[in-house]
């Protein structure tokens, strides 16, 4: 198991920018993928985007564009760089460790896209 705390989260202007943080326990990128989901009110939670341990990233169709995943392997940490923000983007994002049925997730953080 791993533990995962998400930061970064808040309140945004329309077409504003944030960068969400999952730190890691501890260094389980080369066996993990770990990925970002967010779940909004009222809404299933859907994935956005996640890094294999080989470093190749993936997105979501609906995703691709706005948001980028990147990771910091000695600060055990995986980012997600969100750009051009709407309100729509409201929700709750989880960072997500998986390797086959060991599924591991956060806390989550808030982000409002709100003016």
């Known amino acids: 198991q791993v533990q995962l705390v998400e930061s970064g989260g808040g309140l945004v202007q329309p077409g504003g920018s944030l960068r969400l943080s999952c730190s890691a326990s501890r260094n389980v990128f080369s066996l993990f993928a770990m990925g970002w989901y967010r779940q909004a009110p009222g809404k299933e939670r859907e994935w956005i985007a996640s890094i294999r341990p080989s470093g190749h990233p993936e997105y979501a169709d609906s995703m691709k564009g706005r948001f980028t995943i990147s990771r910091d392997i000695a600060k055990t940490t995986v980012f997600l760089q969100m750009s051009s923000l709407k309100s729509e983007d409201t929700a709750v994002y989880y960072c997500?460790?998986?390797?086959?049925?060991?599924?591991?997730w956060g806390q989550g953080t808030q982000v409002a896209v709100s003016s």
């Open positions: 997500n460790a998986q390797r086959g049925e060991n599924n591991c």
